[in-house]
């Protein structure tokens, strides 16, 4: 008998699919630590991720027979993790607002100690992105982390393109004011 560790998603499906728990259980070890991650770059309570985390899975074994046609079993989950997450905040009443076009700024030209202290270490932006206002941390979550295009976050978030846009340049020189803030350049 092989270990579930050793098993591809489309084995470990098969074994949903038949009701073998260890199915389950090898999906849920191979990517709960990922999918939860995700969420905590967009709800920053850790009760409340661990919640969604819960549900995302729930929701995704009761769709079970579903998976057949899944190419990409983690970017689905994903999604529908990102997708709870996201509907979580708007329960929370966090606001993603739209900007009328008189308030979007033109982007501004390239500034070389901006982008040297932009790539500051991992760690110091994650801070940083900690403490941006929940529209601004669920944007350059959703685009940095995720790799989601701008449009698509648009859609998702009921937000035109031009919002998300703007969001996430001002969450930008946000997170360089407080890297700035910091006496790692003096």
């Known amino acids: 008998m092989t270990s579930i560790e050793n098993k591809n998603d489309h084995e470990l499906i098969a074994m949903c699919q038949a009701n073998n728990d260890l199915g389950y259980t090898g999906l849920y070890q191979k990517y709960a630590k990922r999918i939860y991650n995700s969420i905590c770059r967009i709800v920053s309570h850790t009760a409340e991720a661990e919640d969604i985390l819960q549900e995302t899975f729930l929701t995704v074994f009761k769709e079970i027979e579903r998976l057949s046609n899944v190419i990409n079993f983690e970017a689905w989950v994903k999604r529908i993790a990102i997708n709870r997450s996201i509907s979580h905040l708007r329960k929370k009443k966090i606001l993603f607002s739209d900007l009328d076009s008189s308030t979007i700024e033109a982007e501004e030209e390239y500034?070389?100690?901006?982008?040297?202290?932009?790539?500051?270490?991992?760690?110091?932006?994650?801070?940083?992105?900690?403490?941006?206002?929940?529209?601004?941390?669920?944007?350059?979550?959703?685009?940095?982390?995720?790799?989601?295009?701008?449009?698509?976050?648009?859609?998702?978030?009921?937000?035109?393109?031009?919002?998300?846009?703007?969001?996430?340049?001002r969450a930008k020189k946000k997170i360089l004011l407080s890297l700035k803030d910091k006496t790692y350049y003096e």
Do not use: W
């Open 111 to 169: 500034d070389l100690q901006e982008n040297e202290i932009f790539e500051n270490k991992v760690e110091d932006v994650r801070r940083c992105i900690e403490h941006l206002p929940h529209g601004y941390k669920t944007i350059v979550s959703l685009y940095l982390f995720e790799h989601i295009p701008q449009e698509e976050i648009a859609t998702m978030l009921g937000i035109s393109h031009n919002t998300v846009r703007t969001q996430y340049h």
